[in-house]
């Protein structure tokens, strides 16, 4: 007899998500069912130890296309994994926990940091951060809604009279 799960959300191959507890207010993700694990963007990445837990330093480009927006973000580092890309390239990864809302949907995920600044997506939201809580729609994008226009907003700096 198979039991009902709760019903899924369906989401695009593309949505903004919020990782609050990096301080990150909206990133643009792809839906990556192929990666096992999420993947961040990162550079700058400084491990170090607070209070005798293992912790990780890092910065982030939020958007495609920008490198003039920099985040520095702090985590606790759960592990360190060998991760294989898409192109077949091995590379050790420090891997974090995070909230990630995608939409109102909550998950938490582990997410392995690496340079992405050259790739189109500053994340891969993969499959075991999707499992049992979204169906992913490969022909739509931004079920979840667009990212608020002024998350990102510079500051304009005022002329000297």
């Not at 998500?17 to 990556?32: F, H, Q, S, T």
């Not at 096992?36 to 990162?42: D, F, I, M, W």
């Not at 890309?85 to 949907?105: C, L, N, P, Q």
């Amino acid at each position: 007899m198979k039991t009902s799960s709760p019903p899924q959300t369906i989401i695009g191959w593309r949505e903004w998500v919020v990782l609050p507890d990096l301080g990150i207010p909206a990133i643009k993700a792809k839906i990556d069912t192929g990666a096992r694990t999420s993947a961040l963007h990162a550079f700058f990445v400084e491990p170090f130890t607070e209070n005798g837990i293992q912790k990780v330093r890092f910065q982030i480009h939020p958007l495609q296309q920008r490198t003039d927006i920099e985040l520095t973000c702090i985590a606790e580092v759960i592990d360190q994994r060998m991760v294989t890309d898409s192109g077949g390239h091995r590379e050790m990864r420090y891997v974090i926990r995070s909230k990630i809302f995608v939409g109102a949907t909550a998950i938490e995920a582990e997410i392995t940091l690496t340079d992405r600044d050259t790739m189109q997506f500053r994340m891969l939201l993969g499959r075991t951060a999707l499992a049992d809580k979204f169906l992913v729609s490969a022909d739509l994008s931004y079920l979840e809604g667009r990212r608020p226009k002024n998350t990102y907003r510079l500051k304009k700096k005022r002329k000297k009279q």
